[in-house]
């Protein structure tokens, strides 16, 4: 299943919506469940909150911040069996491949707050992997049932 949101933190309640439904009808183990749910706040909080610059005239206000009526993140939900999935989501806004990211301040000992939701979503999972095609951020994320 793919969903397309604008990317606005005030959507965050139905991608959180669409998962547990999406989650519910496959049966997908809980220990699952619960990783897909922290992980999903993560990648699209951050993605709508730093993915898309302020350059763009289309504005409409929001509470949380500016949106542009045509930035959107498409979350994709792959059932693989009920103790395996996948997530891919996808943006058109500012690159940034979080799993470099990830190891250049693992490697440097950076250990501020800053980052903190990259290495949650990083360990959280089983495999994480980053691209860049057709000017789309793809990043997508594997979770099974007893790792991590």
Not at 7 to 15: G, H, M, N, P, R
Not at 33 to 44: D, L
Not at 104 to 119: L, P, T
Request: glycine fraction near 4%.
């Amino acid at each position: 299943m793919i969903k397309k949101f604008t990317a606005d933190t005030s959507e965050l309640k139905t991608v959180i919506s669409c998962m547990k439904s999406w989650l519910e009808n496959h049966s997908i183990h809980q220990n699952i469940c619960e990783k897909c749910h922290i992980i999903c706040e993560e990648v699209f909080t951050n993605t709508a909150l730093y993915a898309f610059s302020n350059s763009n005239k289309s504005f409409q206000e929001s509470d949380s911040f500016i949106v542009r009526q045509n930035d959107h993140i498409s979350v994709e939900f792959i059932y693989i069996d009920n103790e395996t999935i996948s997530l891919i989501f996808s943006d058109t806004g500012t690159p940034f491949d979080l799993v470099t990211y990830y190891k250049s301040s693992s490697e440097k000992g950076i250990s501020s707050m800053g980052g903190m939701g990259v290495r949650i979503i990083i360990q959280m999972s089983d495999s994480v992997n980053y691209k860049r095609r057709n000017n789309r951020n793809i990043l997508s994320i594997k979770l099974c049932k007893d790792s991590n």
